[in-house]
Structure formats: structure tokens, C-alpha cells
């Protein structure tokens, strides 16, 4: 052997660090290494595992549910002084920027129409009615709106059919989505054709599966005029959601939510006692204040009409774990649309323009002038639109409900569109013969609005001429459909079952007596109303 292979061997020896290397490389370096008399330096050894960072846990998958209260034909921003809020171009521009969200009509699946959407635009119902803008054109300006700004299901509003059943379907397929009503059955399918709603849909997005359940008001059935829910029945809200529930599991939903066109606290004994059902969110409208609170596991939120806020609901889940356990938190927040926030989206804009330009060439016509204008509920509303009727129809007493005015009459010109606004509803008048008994009974209604009579004491009232109504004598009394057949509790159908169809739009006696009144910023309106 070589003295080099002898110095290599003895250096082995020494040196068993340099063996377990087993490199060629390194094992030249020690043996350099021998021949300078210094030992091989060892090679680094590796960092414990125990040393090394923890791998960072994956991002977790979001769905994000925007929810909107009835839009209510309010599709420009409203406000005074510069504190205009809302508006859907607004709001679009919003859900846009801030969540990603995909514009433009929802897919016969109910796919958005971008691949890899995250969001799901949903509405609590009641849609068309509000100002000239979406009533003039019985809310169709709305619906287009509403395509545009990719609203996936509705629950179905009490004030849908307002238009007429034919409008109403034609609307729903303007805005390409679903209205939702799983407590609204079909008792005669030959009179109900067309108005067969789903109770619940089902919409996938990232592989997460919600299910959508909807909820009709009480008074959809009751209040709609005559021929327009024919064929329907409402069942209770608890039966309606108990097979409505689980059927939506059935079909694959990992979470559900429930729209409503009722105040959700109604609905908080029928959650406390079925917990069981796991519903995540419970969405809805009609409630006198704004509510954003839990029932158990449940979250139960209030919108109020229109676009000045919105839900933003931004669900988390697992997609490893199985088909209904996926979910792993819910986070919700009310959002105020600021208009001057996101960028409005433009196509909206336009569309919102065009039937602006339209409203404004049909409706633009100044009939009148009002300086301080006319609150909703005040004396001066009731003697310029009821007061307006009576004239017209030559009737003793005319009887309208508050509620059926739906906005105060703005400071400034009276134009055709003003009266539209505040009167959005289409209702046609009628003439009935009501004796004064009967007629007492229905003017002590909390609702009446009224022109002719003025009370006298409890359940007592006086004609215009300041007599006591005389129980036996047959009164002339104009009202409109909706009164006539039993809306907000009146029961003129009962007591004139033989009215005089006068064919008549509700608006167009305002429209004409204003002209006739010819109201100037120097002798305003409100001057020249009768006493």
C-alpha cells in the first residue's frame, strides 16, 4: 500500500465524520487535510425539524350573499342637500369593487354570467311600485335593472301583482330570476297558471351549495285586486318552511337562508323551536325599525325598502369536508350605499337615463307649482288627492287608505310624474251606494284617508255640509279596487255589492284638477286647495 493510502486510512480512522460524508469530493479534502496535519472540516448539519415554521393553513373559501330589501322602483339615488343615498348603479358599483361580484343576468342554471363567481345577489320582494320612474312603465324600468345587476331569487312581494298577473310574469322575465314562495300554494291550477313559484332554489357557487327558501307576506292573496291571485292559497309560514327545508337539503344545499317579504322577528318562535333546521340566515323586510340580531344559531336581519343599505353575508367553508358539514362560520354586516362611494356602474347609469328620458318626455308636463309642498299623512295631501277625486266622480265621500300615498309631494313644479310618484299604484276608481251606517263602520277604519266627512266624535262624522251622517240615507262613495275588495280591512264589497266601474286611473282626477286649480309659484297649491 501506498504511504498515501496509508495516511488516507489512518486519517479515516481519526476522522469518522469524514466517512459518514461519503463523498469523493470531501474525501479529497480530507485527505489534504491529513497531509497538513488539520483535521477535515464537518460537514453543516441539518436543522432540527422541529426548528423548521409550521406550513401555513389554506386560505379559507368565502361566498358572499348580497341581499337587497324590496328595490321599489327607487333606481336613481334619493335624498336632499347633497345627501343623496342609494341608487342601483351605486349599489352595483359597490358589489362590484368591493365583493367581486359578476353584473349582468343569472343563467337558467342559476350560474352567474362570469365563471368562478363568489357572490349571490338576492331580494326580499316587493319591487315595481315607487317612483314614476318604474310605475309609470309598470316597474319593467326595474326589472331591466335588476337583470343588470345579476339578482340570482326574490321572495315574492305582496305588491308584485300590483300591475296585473300578465305584467307580472312579463317582469319576472325582463329580470331573468325566480321569485320564491314556499308558503304560497296553487288550490286550482286552471285559475293559477303562471303563478305556479317555487318554494325553494338551490344555486352552487365555488362548490359550495346554497339553498334558497322563500316566503310571500300574509296579505299577498288578501290584498291582491279581484282575478289576481285567483287560484292561490297561503299556508302558515312553520308548515311551510318545515317541508320546504328539508327538501332543500335533499337537493344538495350545505347552508340555507330564507328571504321573506315579512318582519323575520315574526318568524323567531318558529326558529327557537326548530333549531333543528340549521338555518343560517333569515333575511327579510316589513319591520318598523331596522333589526340585526341572532335567534340561536341563526341570524336574523331587517332591510328596509329600497336601496340605501345592503346585506353583505360572507359565508366560510371547508370544501374537503362532506356535502352539509361544509360551512364553518357566517359573517354578516349592513352596508349604507353612499352616493358618492364606488364607481357607479355605467351601464346602469344608461339604463336608468334612457327610461328617465322617457318618463320625462311623457310625464314632464308641469301642471301645477307648490312652495312648501305636501307631507304623506297631513290634511292638505287628503283635500289635494282625495279632494281631487271627489270632485271629478261628483260623490259625497271619497275613501282612500294612507297608505296608498306613498311619498310626500316635493317642493318646486307639480308635473304629471310628480302625481305618479306619490300615487304609484295602478288603480282604477269606482262608485258605489252605501248607506250612512254601513258607511261609519268603514270611515272609522285607522286607514281611511278621506274627502267630504269629518269626524265628530267616536264613530260619529259629519258630511260637508257639517250634518251628522244620517244612518238610513244612501251615500255616493268613490274608492278605488283595492279598497273595494277588502284591502287594509274595508268591506265595501259586503255592503255595495253592485259598484259602478268607472274605468278611471286613480291619478288622472289629480292630474286634471291640479291643471284646473292652476297653482303658480305666486299663488302655490297649497293656497288654493278648498277648505
Given at each position: 500500500?501506498?504511504?498515501?493510502?496509508?495516511?488516507?486510512?489512518?486519517?479515516?480512522?481519526?476522522?469518522?465524520?469524514?466517512?459518514?460524508?461519503?463523498?469523493?469530493?470531501?474525501?479529497?479534502?480530507?485527505?489534504?487535510?491529513?497531509?497538513?496535519?488539520?483535521?477535515?472540516?464537518?460537514?453543516?448539519?441539518?436543522?432540527?425539524?422541529?426548528?423548521?415554521?409550521?406550513?401555513?393553513p389554506?386560505?379559507?373559501?368565502?361566498?358572499?350573499?348580497?341581499?337587497?330589501?324590496?328595490?321599489?322602483?327607487?333606481?336613481?339615488?334619493?335624498?336632499?342637500?347633497?345627501?343623496?343615498?342609494g341608487?342601483?348603479?351605486?349599489?352595483?358599483?359597490?358589489?362590484?369593487?368591493?365583493?367581486?361580484?359578476?353584473?349582468?343576468?343569472?343563467?337558467?342554471?342559476g350560474?352567474?354570467?362570469?365563471?368562478?363567481?363568489?357572490?349571490?345577489?338576492?331580494?326580499?320582494?316587493?319591487?315595481w311600485n315607487?317612483?314614476?320612474?318604474?310605475?309609470?312603465?309598470?316597474?319593467?324600468?326595474?326589472?331591466?335593472?335588476?337583470?343588470?345587476?345579476?339578482?340570482?331569487?326574490?321572495?315574492?312581494?305582496?305588491?308584485?301583482?300590483?300591475?296585473?298577473?300578465?305584467?307580472?310574469?312579463?317582469?319576472?322575465?325582463?329580470?331573468?330570476?325566480?321569485?320564491?314562495?314556499?308558503?304560497?300554494k296553487?288550490k286550482?291550477?286552471?285559475?293559477?297558471?303562471?303563478?305556479?313559484?317555487?318554494?325553494?332554489?338551490?344555486?352552487?357557487?365555488?362548490?359550495?351549495?346554497?339553498?334558497?327558501?322563500?316566503?310571500?307576506?300574509?296579505?299577498?292573496?288578501?290584498?291582491?285586486?279581484?282575478?289576481?291571485a285567483?287560484?292561490?292559497?297561503?299556508?302558515?309560514?312553520?308548515?311551510?318552511?318545515?317541508?320546504?327545508?328539508?327538501?332543500?337539503?335533499?337537493?344538495?344545499?350545505?347552508?340555507?337562508?330564507?328571504?321573506?317579504?315579512?318582519?323575520?322577528?315574526d318568524?323567531?318562535?318558529?326558529?327557537e323551536?326548530?333549531?333543528?333546521?340549521?338555518?343560517?340566515?333569515?333575511?327579510?323586510?316589513?319591520?318598523?325599525?331596522?333589526?340585526?340580531?341572532?335567534?340561536?344559531?341563526?341570524?336574523?336581519?331587517?332591510?328596509a325598502?329600497?336601496?340605501?343599505?345592503?346585506?353583505?353575508?360572507?359565508?366560510t367553508?371547508?370544501?374537503?369536508?362532506?356535502?352539509?358539514?361544509?360551512?364553518?362560520?357566517?359573517?354578516t354586516?349592513?352596508?349604507?350605499?353612499?352616493?358618492?362611494?364606488?364607481?357607479?356602474?355605467?351601464?346602469?347609469?344608461?339604463a336608468?337615463g334612457d327610461?328617465?328620458a322617457?318618463?320625462?318626455?311623457?310625464?314632464?308636463?308641469?301642471?301645477?307649482?307648490?312652495?312648501?309642498?305636501?307631507?304623506?299623512?297631513?290634511?292638505?295631501?287628503?283635500?289635494?288627492?282625495?279632494?281631487?277625486?271627489?270632485?271629478?266622480?261628483?260623490?259625497?265621500?271619497?275613501?282612500?287608505?294612507?297608505?296608498g300615498?306613498?311619498?310626500?309631494?316635493?317642493?318646486g313644479?307639480i308635473?304629471?310624474?310628480?302625481?305618479?310618484?306619490?300615487?304609484?299604484?295602478?288603480?282604477?276608481?269606482?262608485?258605489?251606494?252605501?248607506?250612512?251606517?254601513?258607511?261609519?263602520?268603514?270611515?272609522?277604519?285607522?286607514?281611511?284617508?278621506?274627502?267630504?266627512?269629518t269626524?265628530?266624535?267616536?264613530?260619529?262624522?259629519?258630511?260637508?255640509?257639517g250634518?251628522?251622517?244620517?244612518?238610513k240615507?244612501?251615500?255616493?262613495?268613490?274608492?278605488?279596487?283595492?279598497?273595494?275588495?277588502?284591502?287594509d280591512?274595508?268591506e265595501?264589497?259586503?255592503?255595495?255589492?253592485?259598484?259602478?266601474?268607472?274605468?278611471?286611473?286613480?291619478?288622472?282626477?289629480?292630474?286634471?284638477?291640479?291643471?284646473?286649480?292652476?297653482?303658480?309659484?305666486?299663488?302655490?297649491?297649497?293656497?288654493?286647495?278648498?277648505?
Open positions: 500500500m501506498s504511504p498515501i493510502s496509508s495516511r488516507a486510512l489512518s486519517c479515516r480512522e481519526s476522522s469518522s465524520l469524514s466517512l459518514r460524508a461519503a463523498v469523493a469530493v470531501a474525501l479529497l479534502a480530507g485527505l489534504a487535510a491529513c497531509d497538513k496535519g488539520t483535521p477535515p472540516a464537518p460537514p453543516p448539519e441539518k436543522a432540527p425539524e422541529a426548528n423548521k415554521a409550521p406550513p401555513k389554506p386560505e379559507p373559501s368565502v361566498v358572499t350573499l348580497l341581499i337587497t330589501g324590496g328595490l321599489g322602483g327607487q333606481l336613481a339615488p334619493a335624498g336632499e342637500g347633497g345627501q343623496s343615498k341608487g342601483a348603479a351605486e349599489t352595483l358599483g359597490r358589489w362590484v369593487a368591493e365583493d367581486k361580484h359578476c353584473p349582468g343576468p343569472v343563467k337558467a342554471d350560474q352567474a354570467s362570469c365563471a368562478d363567481s363568489t357572490t349571490l345577489a338576492l331580494a326580499t320582494g316587493d319591487h315607487g317612483p314614476a320612474l318604474s310605475s309609470f312603465f309598470l316597474g319593467q324600468p326595474t326589472a331591466a335593472v335588476m337583470a343588470r345587476m345579476g339578482y340570482a331569487a326574490s321572495a315574492l312581494g305582496n305588491h308584485e301583482l300590483d300591475f296585473g298577473r300578465e305584467q307580472f310574469l312579463k317582469n319576472a322575465e325582463i329580470g331573468q330570476f325566480p321569485f320564491l314562495a314556499a308558503n304560497l296553487v286550482d291550477p286552471s285559475l293559477a297558471k303562471g303563478l305556479e313559484l317555487p318554494a325553494f332554489k338551490v344555486f352552487d357557487r365555488k362548490g359550495l351549495k346554497v339553498g334558497v327558501v322563500g316566503l310571500t307576506s300574509p296579505k299577498t292573496v288578501t290584498s291582491a285586486m279581484a282575478g289576481r285567483e287560484g292561490l292559497d297561503l299556508v302558515g309560514t312553520e308548515e311551510a318552511l318545515a317541508s320546504a327545508i328539508p327538501e332543500a337539503r335533499k337537493a344538495g344545499a350545505d347552508v340555507v337562508v330564507v328571504l321573506a317579504d315579512i318582519c323575520p322577528t318568524l323567531q318562535p318558529t326558529l323551536k326548530h333549531a333543528d333546521w340549521k338555518v343560517a340566515l333569515v333575511a327579510g323586510g316589513r319591520c318598523p325599525t331596522q333589526i340585526d340580531t341572532k335567534v340561536g344559531d341563526t341570524q336574523v336581519v331587517s332591510m325598502r329600497g336601496l340605501e343599505k345592503y346585506l353583505r353575508a360572507r359565508i367553508f371547508d370544501p374537503s369536508k362532506p356535502a352539509g358539514e361544509k360551512v364553518t362560520g357566517i359573517e354586516k349592513l352596508v349604507d350605499v353612499e352616493g358618492a362611494g364606488a364607481t357607479p356602474d355605467p351601464e346602469t347609469v344608461k336608468i327610461a328617465k322617457q318618463l320625462d318626455q311623457k310625464l314632464g308636463e308641469q301642471v301645477g307649482f307648490t312652495k312648501k309642498g305636501i307631507k304623506q299623512g297631513t290634511p292638505e295631501m287628503a283635500r289635494w288627492v282625495a279632494g281631487s277625486m271627489r270632485e271629478a266622480l261628483g260623490a259625497d265621500v271619497v275613501v282612500l287608505n294612507r297608505k300615498i306613498r311619498q310626500d309631494l316635493p317642493v313644479p308635473t304629471v310624474g310628480s302625481v305618479y310618484s306619490v300615487l304609484p299604484y295602478e288603480n282604477s276608481l269606482m262608485l258605489l251606494k252605501v248607506k250612512g251606517a254601513d258607511l261609519a263602520a268603514q270611515l272609522a277604519n285607522p286607514e281611511a284617508l278621506l274627502s267630504g266627512v269626524a265628530a266624535g267616536k264613530g260619529k262624522f259629519k258630511d260637508a255640509k250634518k251628522p251622517l244620517d244612518p240615507k244612501e251615500y255616493t262613495v268613490g274608492t278605488v279596487e283595492y279598497l273595494y275588495f277588502g284591502g280591512g274595508f265595501f264589497e259586503k255592503i255595495a255589492p253592485d259598484p259602478t266601474e268607472t274605468g278611471m286611473a286613480w291619478q288622472t282626477p289629480v292630474v286634471e284638477w291640479t291643471q284646473k286649480l292652476k297653482s303658480t309659484e305666486a299663488k302655490p297649491l297649497e293656497k288654493s286647495l278648498p277648505k
